[in-house]
């Protein structure tokens, strides 16, 4: 078991001599200005006594919000190409895998937790699909987050139809083979009473919250989804939905909501859950009409642009959604579809793809995508105290070293940032005035240790990942074969730059 070392109180700080990124000022140059934290707010004064963080040469940004994260799968990384959605999820998903070991639990949120604040993440929405049911593996899951001193908004995944989006379109399935796809959903009204127990029992707290995520319309009868609706407006709670990810999902909504036009949107409105605090996840296939509809609500688009790429999905419309006024946040999503919860990446990409739909220099730009990491995604988790660094502000904070070569010389911060970081150069970060990384290491827990409970943990996971494998092989070929007649088929709008319609 990895010595937890306590992440201790929040404490007074003085951050000196950087340049301070500001959305409203040089974008190019930041202006030089200390930033100043009592109690986990950034201050107008010097507090007394205060902790002196001299940050000469260093760049300071507002902590990034990963607005679309998945914990359950970090051990996968690296294990899983060339799969499209459907055939990667037959390998990846929690339900596949059963019970795991508490060990397993705590390290792997405790490893993507970390590995998020490596690339200056410091908020997380973490939609995470529990397997089993039960408080005891959400309880491991939330006590890692506290542990390591990171801001989680958690949400429990729900969906009481279990079968793969792609389901619907396949025949002549080995029986066996069948039940595998098709999967064991849990009613909606024992979903909804434990969601609302959970949020009793573990009330939010400075660095916790709560959100709501039905996994995805068609994947929620109208009775999971009216209780969500009900859920988020009694307790102004923000949702999280995935949305219009593949070609497989938008015929699905051809075919679902025919009274609501064949529209995702529509029935998520007719449902009561398109409003200010509801967020589409993906959007990859969403019509301009529909972004319409989004936009009048007040809706928020999470944009995944690397997982979509590798998952074959799709290229979002991003530039059409800003210019019909949507928010945009941005999320890494599951690392084993993306195999890295790096903001940066995230970031570059969706500068880059926006290139492939929109050939005039009019898209989406460096100054963009960085508002989309910091404070449109403070605004989808409904935190408009994040994403700054103004007084007033929390003070989650990511101090990035000017001297690395991707800033020499420095032109440009915020391009330079968004086109040439890794997250090499990520120095220290502050998440609610506390240092949780200095120097490039976590303050709040043993990482050699982490790694080494990792690499023994890996033993049973890889032999159990080896099962999955070898159970989802009989699927595997009739999932493609479905999936080629699906993509013939007109759904009346395009994300891919492959024949087809």
Known sequence: MIPPRGAGAPVSLSIVGARVWDSDGDLDLPA?????????????????????????????????VNA????????????????????????SQPAYFGRRPAAELRARTLLSGLECLRSGITTIQDMCSLVPFDEQTLDIILDAYAELGIRVVFSVAVRDVAALDIAAYLTDLPTETLAWVQGRATPAAEQLAFVQAQLKRRPA?????????PSGPQRCSDELLDGIAALSQDDNLPVFTHVYETRVQTARARDLY??????????????????DRTNLVHAVWITPAELELVAGAGSAIVHNPVSNMKLRSGIAPIAAAQRAGVPIALGCDNCSCG?????????????????????????????????????????????????ALQVGQRADITLIKLDDLAYVPLNSATRQVVFGE??????????????????????????????????ELMVGFRRDFAGVVERARPAVQPLLAALALVNERDVGVSAQLTSGR
């Open 339 to 387: 195999d890295t919860h790096n903001m940066f990446q995230a970031m570059k990409a969706m500068c880059l793809l926006t290139g492939l739909r929109e050939p005039l220099p009019d898209g989406i730009d460096a100054a963009a995508a960085m508002r989309a990491a910091t404070s449109e995604g403070a605004g989808a988790i409904g935190r408009p105290d994040l994403g």
């Open 422 to 455: 890794s997250g090499r150069a990520v120095q220290t970060v502050v998440v609610d005035g506390r240092v949780v990384l200095r120097d490039g290491v976590a303050t709040t827990i043993d990482e050699a240790a982490l790694q080494a409970e990792v690499a």
């Open 258 to 275: 025919r009274a609501s036009g064949g529209s995702m949107i529509r029935h998520l409105a007719d449902r009561g859950l398109l409003s």
């Open 68 to 91: 679309h994260h998945h914990s359950y799968d970090v051990l996968a990384k690296g294990l899983l190409e060339r799969m499209p959605f459907d055939v990667w999820a037959l390998h």
């Open 205 to 213: 707290t400075g660095l916790r919250s709560w959100a709501l995520s």
């Open 32 to 64: 030089v200005r200390d930033l100043h934290i009592t109690d986990g707010v950034i201050v107008a004064e010097p507090p007394p006594q205060a902790e002196i963080v001299d940050a000469t040469g260093m760049l300071a940004l507002p902590g990034f």
